[in-house]
């Protein structure tokens, strides 16, 4: 079946610096990707949808130039947190559209900002 | 506003048992409702399918519902076992919103042997 693969799936890094976030489709081409957050015990609450070739759409509240989003070929979408903050940490998740066979989710990355 | 909202309490049933989960939605034209399941730490695993002018879905012991008067979807695992343990999602695309999965918060569910 279809598989999203997510790296890294756990990162820590120091106040001020900046973490990318790799998302793959590995046996479909993806014009669409979605980005999520989840924090514990919460839902999931998208952040973007990420299109190949041209610029992501961003949810209302979400800064754009702090998570900057790649989308240059059909297998590949990037998330980039910059200056990340203890607040920034979360669980980040993509996914990508399947039609009728629903939605394939990445296996999320956890972030820790210290 | 625009609200998706699940049975926020945690639902705990004995093994064997048929869990019935609700999902209720409001302000949204969904073109099809999804049902997903996600365990601890793990991004939500697609489980399945509904559209609009369908009532009803089945796979294996997984049934969903799906009543647009209402604006519910019910969602049913019949001979629940321990293995079913996990969160449930459900999430809709809207119509004209170019794909976007929109999530309710989950439910809880805690299947005892």
């Known amino acids: 079946g279809a598989v999203v693969s997510q790296h890294p799936s756990r990162v820590i890094c120091k106040s001020g610096t900046s973490v990318k976030i790799e998302c793959r489709s590995l046996d479909f081409q993806a014009t669409t990707m979605f980005w999520y957050r989840q924090f514990p015990k919460q839902s999931l609450m998208l952040m973007a949808t990420?299109?190949?070739?041209?610029?992501?759409?961003?949810e209302q509240g979400v800064e754009k130039d702090k998570f900057l989003i790649n989308h240059a070929s059909l297998t590949l979408s990037t998330l980039t947190v910059t200056s990340a903050h203890p607040e920034d940490s979360s669980f980040y998740i993509c996914s990508a559209s399947r039609g009728s066979d629903g939605y394939t989710f990445g296996s999320g990355t956890r972030l820790t900002v210290v | 506003s625009q609200k998706i909202e699940q049975n926020s309490e945690a639902l705990n049933i004995q093994e064997g048992k048929t869990a019935t989960l609700t999902c209720n939605y409001t302000n949204y034209s969904p073109a099809y409702l999804q049902w997903y399941r996600q365990d601890p730490g793990r991004g939500p695993v697609f489980l399945l399918l509904i559209r609009e002018n369908e009532k009803e879905k089945r796979k294996e012991r997984l049934k969903v519902t799906f009543d647009t008067t209402l604006k519910q979807s019910l969602f049913h695992i019949t001979a629940s076992q321990p293995a079913d343990s996990a969160t449930y999602l459900c999430a809709l695309v809207p119509y004209n919103q170019g794909g976007k999965l929109i999530f309710g918060q989950g439910t809880e569910l805690s299947v005892k042997p």
């Open positions: 990420s299109n190949e070739g041209s610029k992501a759409t961003y």
